[in-house]
Each structure stands twice: as C-alpha cells, then as structure tokens.
C-alpha cells in the first residue's frame, strides 16, 4: 500500500470515496509527525462512529479534517469532528488543547483537576494570587468547579476556575452536548468537559503557538453560534461526492453461518498455499474399524457407538481444543480474524508493555532533551508517564511519533 492510499475496506461506502478523491488535500498539510495514511485511516473511523457526520455537508467533513491535519492532531484522539445541524465542526478537546499549548515553547506544564464539594480548595486572586487544592480520599460529593494552572519555564504561573455557572454557559450551545454519549451527559465523564473549559480559557491567557490561535478561534466561533469559516482550502478539494442513503444504512451484524463460511474459505486458501496439512480422505475408527469421512464425524461415531470422545484436532494448530466449526479452535480462528483486519486496515501488529517499555527506553538513554519531548508526546496522548500505557494502539502510535521526532531532528 503506497503512503497516499485509503485501506481497501468499503469501497463503495460515499465517505470512503469522499475521503480516496481529496486524499491527496489532506496529505499536503499534514506535519511531518504525522502520515497521510494514519489521518485518513482515523477520519474514516471518526466518521464510521459517529453516523450523523454522514449527514453532514461533504465540504465541511473534508475542511474540517483538512483544519485538523494542519493543527497537527490526530482526529478523534485529541481532536474531533462533532455534527452540528448539516455541518461538521472543529473541537478540541482538552489534551489537544495541553498539545498546542506546550508548541509555543514557554510551558512547562499544564496541571488541571475538577473539584468536588467536599475536597478542601481554596484561591485568591488579586496581587497575591494563590490556589489551594486537597482532594477528600473517598465521599467526594458532587462537581463544583475545576481549575487548570499554566507552570511557565521561566518561572511563575497562571491559573483559572470555573464555576457551575461558567459551565452551564458552554454546555447550552456545546454542539456535543445534544447527544446521549457525549462526555457532557456522562456523570462519570463530566469532569473532563469541566477541565476541557478551564483548560480553554487558561489558553487565551497564556503565550500562544499559531495552532493554539487557531484552535481557540474555531473553539470561541462555536460558542458564540457562529459558524466556523474552514474554507481557505476551498476549491483544492473535490466536494462533489454526497453520500447515497441507500449505502449508509446500518449494516447488520453477521451470522454465526456467514462467519464459518468465512473462516472455512481461508482455511482452504491456507491449503492451498501449504500452510496448513490437508484433511485425509477418511477417518477410521480404531475400536471398530468404521470409516469416517471427516474428522468430525469420526468424532460423532465414538461419542454415539463407542461412548468415548475422541480428542479433535485443530487443522490449524493440531492441539486438541474446542472447536468453532470443527475444523479450527477459538484462538486460531482469532488469530485468522485479526489477521484479516490487519491486511484490510494497515493496522501494525499489536505491541506487548515490555516492548513498548523497552523501546522508549532506548530512545531516552542520555538524551534528557529528548527525554522532555518524549513526555510531551505521551501527554497528547492522555498518560503521564510510559509505564501507564497499556492500549497497543497508542504504544504503536507514540513509537511512531517518538521515531518521526528523531528522523526529524
């Protein structure tokens, strides 16, 4: 697959074929840290995910991924695509913020928390500014407030709370908001959307990189109602494609029948290839001599003749597992599945903690300049140190990220 190509997945899927004709747009603007294959593999989940983006004008979702990739985030991560009436809008959410925010060079860091009622806070503003801020171990009570403080590298800090009526203000005309998982209606998921505010406003306060502008202006559009103008890259892209309704039903889930037969193809295509040993002919039984035509059915013989239960071996593996359709076991028919969405995808293969663990390591062994990017690089992707990466898919994306770092350097 060439740097510039969508994963053959669903062709004739309208955002597929919207996001093939204008991937060379969103491949012109992308930073270095950041592969064409990767944003548009990312924005045709976004999308997959969230079916009312469909909806959307197709000249908003490509400007919208467009503004994304030249902010240099990774859509549906750190930054997203939220519809909005037939329009497709550019949020950020508060780990895209902390990103922009440390690109200016002058942060050292961006520390947030919500507060709940019965922690012990205290601040003071004026000339004599101060926070103060112990949660209560467990009982905390209901969501009060949440502050975010700016650590500048020379020395001194910023910082802001809000309140619930700061809150209720962003939340009436938060275009999330409107829908039942957004992080808005969670209870358990609130505190971030209370963080992601104080987090915003801390940002116009604080020295500015031209993204962390950029990305308060759209953010600042939104609340105020006013609809975002993502079109300086109007006219370089093709927006003609509108998605057919015919294609954009939901697809029903497959049957356990569709599956075996899926499965039974590749293994005859593993055959083919001599990967796998082809079934013998017959099957004898050695307490009777009786000939079976499969190894399932010498199997039903000696549990209804003999009484016993011949062990049935995985053509696969050859140990004698369950079986999902008699030919192959659970964890080979797994690994044939997850084999198959790799080749369709261009997903990497999955990556183990140690190696993960090991690999940073070694990239951060006597540099301590490349050690502080490592960490900012963690940060955009929400952990605070590499020991509490544990999603194979991030530990791939951070290697990727760390690599771009040093090949760019």
Not at 53 to 59: G, H, N, T
Not at 256 to 267: A, N
Not at 316 to 335: F, I, K, Q, S
């Amino acid at each position: 697959m060439s740097e510039h190509q969508l994963p053959q997945r669903t062709s004739q899927d309208p955002i597929y074929r919207l996001l093939a004709a204008n991937q060379k747009a969103i491949a012109n603007v992308l930073p270095k840290h950041l592969t064409p294959e990767r944003m548009l593999r990312l924005s045709y989940e976004t999308i997959r995910r969230t079916p009312k983006l469909r909806k959307c004008s197709s000249a908003s979702i490509v400007n919208g991924i467009i503004e994304i990739s030249m902010l240099g985030l990774d859509i549906g991560r750190n930054a997203h695509l939220v519809p909005f009436k037939d329009t497709a809008v550019v949020i950020l959410d508060y780990k895209g913020m902390i990103e922009l925010a440390h690109r200016s060079g002058q942060i050292n860091s961006v520390p947030f928390n919500p507060v709940y009622e019965n922690d012990y806070f205290e601040y003071q503003e004026g000339t004599d500014r101060y926070i103060k801020h112990k949660p209560t171990p467990q009982n905390r009570g209901k969501l009060i407030a949440a502050y975010a403080i700016a650590n500048f590298k020379h020395g001194g800090f910023d910082f802001v709370v809000v309140h619930p009526v700061d809150i209720e203000a962003v939340k009436r005309v938060a275009p999330g908001a409107n829908f039942k998982d957004s992080p808005w209606n969670n209870p358990d998921q609130e505190w971030t959307m209370w963080c992601k505010t104080a987090v915003r406003r801390l940002a116009k306060r604080i020295p500015q990189s031209p993204e962390l502008s950029r990305a308060i202006e759209l953010e600042d559009l939104v609340e105020a109602g006013i609809a975002q103008p993502i079109s300086h890259i109007e006219g370089t892209v093709d927006m003609e494609i509108e998605a057919d309704p015919a294609e954009t039903k939901t697809v029903k889930p497959k049957t356990l029948e569709e599956i075996q037969s899926e499965t039974q193809d590749k293994i005859n295509e593993l055959k083919k290839n001599g990967s796998v040993e082809p079934e013998p002919q017959s099957w004898v039984c050695p307490e009777c001599g009786f000939e079976a035509k499969s190894q399932k059915g010498l199997s039903r013989h000696m549990t209804i003749t003999h009484k016993k239960k011949e062990q049935v071996l995985c053509e696969m593996c050859g140990e004698a597992n369950p079986l999902v359709d008699g030919h192959v076991c659970r964890p080979c028919y797994e690994e044939v599945k997850a084999q198959e969405f790799r080749e369709e995808t261009g997903e990497p293969e999955p990556m183990d903690p140690v190696t993960f663990m090991s690999q940073v390591s070694e990239y951060e062994d006597g540099n301590p300049m490349l050690t502080e990017q490592i960490g900012k690089i963690l940060w955009s992707f929400g952990y605070r140190d590499k020991a509490n990466v544990k999603n194979p898919k991030d530990m791939v994306a951070i290697l990727s990220n760390i690599r771009a770092l040093v090949g760019g350097g």
